[in-house]
């Protein structure tokens, strides 16, 4: 089994910035792609940003130019360092770690989710 442990939530003023990381630790033999959803109340969740172990990475329209995603493939962890936050920005942040499976192409994995508010 894969476990995912995020940190670095909290609450931080409109136009403030904020740094998520996230750590994937079991039998893990090869990490496709990491990356970032969120969902807010009353909200689908959706993607945020994604980043695979090549560094190609991948990022939503509204989070463009203000979130960067990063990856340290020793130590399986992922990044967010989000600035320019907006109150639109609230919402809780879950980690997503997509592993080369056996006997299928692809297992995926979620963190247990980390809230972020920005307050105006």
């Known amino acids: 089994q894969v476990q995912l442990v995020e940190s670095g939530g909290g609450l931080v003023q409109a136009g403030g910035s904020l740094g998520l990381s996230c750590t994937a630790s079991?039998?893990?033999?090869?990490?496709?792609?990491m990356g970032w959803y969120r969902q807010a109340p009353g909200k689908q969740r959706e993607l945020v940003a994604t980043?695979?172990?090549?560094?190609?990475?991948n990022y939503a329209d509204s989070v463009k130019g203000r979130f960067t995603i990063s990856r340290d493939n020793a130590k399986n962890t992922v990044y967010l360092q989000m600035n320019s936050l907006r109150p639109e920005d609230t919402a809780v942040y879950y980690c997503?770690?997509?592993?080369?499976?056996?006997?299928?192409?692809?297992?995926?994995?979620w963190g247990q989710g980390t809230q972020v508010t920005v307050s105006s």
């Open positions: 997503n770690v997509r592993v080369a499976g056996r006997f299928v192409p692809e297992y995926t994995y």
């Open positions: 079991g039998i893990i033999f090869s990490i496709n792609a």
């Open positions: 980043i695979t172990s090549g560094g190609s990475t």
